[in-house]
């Protein structure tokens, strides 16, 4: 149940629906309590009038005086109806015969034998009304003295509200001591089977009015204190949110290149925690951003060297006097030239493809295998070029503990760039070529293991995190590159939820080579895959 709550989720709204709809249960449901707890309180004291009223028509009945019994039943209806009640009594003897009084009046219904003397009080319907009935059994043929004064007496007790006690739910037990003469047989009594049953019913107008007028005294400051309580609610509350007011205040005020954190200590205890978590939100953004401005100032600078070596080859090229050794040279420098700036771009490009993943499927069931064969097929005319020893060894394609869930281009540009990496730093001699080697197998830890090797001359433990950062270079090393290689490969493994590791190939020997291993997460089922090409010229280990 929504009462303040807008079409937008509102705080303010739920913490007034979360108080004032519980609050509002209790209210229905203390009207309800109230009114049964008035009735409980109006009935009490007509209850002890009705029983008194019945001992009394009891009385006359047991005398067998029908004139006076004609009379006392006169006056409680007269007192009845001026107090705009009606009263109705019957009278019958042992054997169901009417002796007095309306017939129309419903007979008790009990579930054993009555006791002489108690009044037993029950709800009915008479005439389309609801009634209150007093049942009293009494023995026929008492004195008319006798019992007027213990009926007297009696009276005055119950008028005066004492209590005269009960023998089962919704009855009055018989007196005892000095009173019990009136109604109790004794042993001169005719036995139970000569009972007459005396019945007096009353409507309920005065016992409906007095517990209307006790739910009305109780509720009706209720009812005007509910709205105050949801005013001052409302105002509590408005002053309780203002402080996010101020702190969106602060935060709509701010340079768009600010990115200083918010003063926790001057916010409340309870929104600080929203607080502390857009401050590491607001770090975490000022680091992204400083790594934005350093890459494009690496990215410019790489770019910036072989666009100068190209206009510098291209003034060369036209100046007068240049011969055709001389025009032929600048051509090939534009061309390599040319050749680095495209990778650079390249490079750049598939960083800003592997961070960003934009317009690429989702990740589906992959053959590491297959993927790792294909792409050492790609790259073999360059290895071969450089006179390296380039290869595959491991599992085969199809090879069950060797598929993952991956995106098949990212996997490609990864394998390429571990490729390339290793084929720009494995130095060739003749004799001794260098050699590259690519491994696909099962890990321990439902792992698929790749791996890449090269005899190269190794990198320094110092280095071997800073060689995934873009544009870094190990000092000392003039192999071509952009510095993009890695980077690409922790960002592709980053996104498959594997881990690149850095170890040399050969610890013990000289030079140690360089072992580059991603273990990704391998595919709980593994799907059925194509076979793999041939191998051709690349060798098997």
Known sequence: ????????????????????????????????????????????????????????????????????????AALIDELRHGQDDRAWYRVQDAQGRLLAGDAALPP????????????????????????????????????AAAG????????????????????????????????????????????????????????????????????SGVLLPLFALVPLAILLLWVALARGIKPLSVVEDRIRERRPDDLSPIDAATVPLEVSSMVLALNLLLGKLADSIRTQKRFLADAAHQLKTPLAGLRMQADLAQREGANTDELKRSLQQIGRSTMRATHTVNQLLALARAEGRAGLPAHQPCDLALLTIDVVHEVLPRAMDRALDLGYEGAEPGTRGVSLLGNATLLRELIRNLLDNAINYTPS????????????????ANEVLLEVEDSGPGIAEADRELVFEPFYRVL????????????????????????????????????????????????????????APALSEANTG
């Not at 579930?111 to 023995?139: C, F, I, K, M, N």
């Not at 007196?175 to 409507?203: F, I, K, M, N, Y």
């Open 476 to 531: 000392g090393n003039e192999a071509d590159g952009s510095g993009l290689g890695l980077p690409i490969v922790m960002e592709i493994a980053r996104q498959h939820g594997a881990s690149v590791s850095v170890q040399d190939a050969r610890p013990f020997q000289q030079p140690p080579g360089t072992r580059f291993c991603v273990r990704f997460p391998a595919l709980a089922t593994t799907a059925a895959l194509a076979p």
């Open 1 to 72: 149940m929504k009462l303040f709550q807008r079409a937008q989720n509102s705080l303010f709204g739920e913490i007034l629906d979360s108080l004032v709809v519980p609050a509002l249960i209790v209210v229905a449901l203390s009207i309800g309590i109230t009114w049964l707890v008035a009735r409980g309180i109006a009935n009490a004291p007509y209850d002890r009038a009705l029983s008194s009223a019945a001992r009394l028509l009891a009385r006359e009945a047991a005398s067998d005086d029908r004139d006076a019994l004609a009379r006392t």
């Open 108 to 143: 008790p219904q009990l579930e054993q034998s009555p006791t002489p003397g108690v009044v037993y009080l029950r709800d009915a319907e008479l005439h389309g009304r609801s009634v209150r009935v007093a049942d009293l059994w009494v023995v026929p043929g008492r004195s």
């Open 429 to 444: 001699q003749p004799g001794r070529p260098g050699v590259i080697t690519a491994r696909v197998r099962a890990g321990l």
């Open 148 to 215: 007027a004064a213990a009926g007297d007496q009696r009276m005055a007790l119950e008028t005066s509200g004492a209590d005269v006690g009960t023998a089962e739910p919704n009855a009055l037990a018989a007196p005892t001591g000095p009173l019990a003469t009136l109604g109790t047989p004794s042993a001169s009594d005719p036995p139970r089977a000569g009972l007459l049953l005396v019945q007096l019913a009353e409507t309920r107008a005065r016992q409906t009015r007095l517990a209307r007028d006790i739910v």
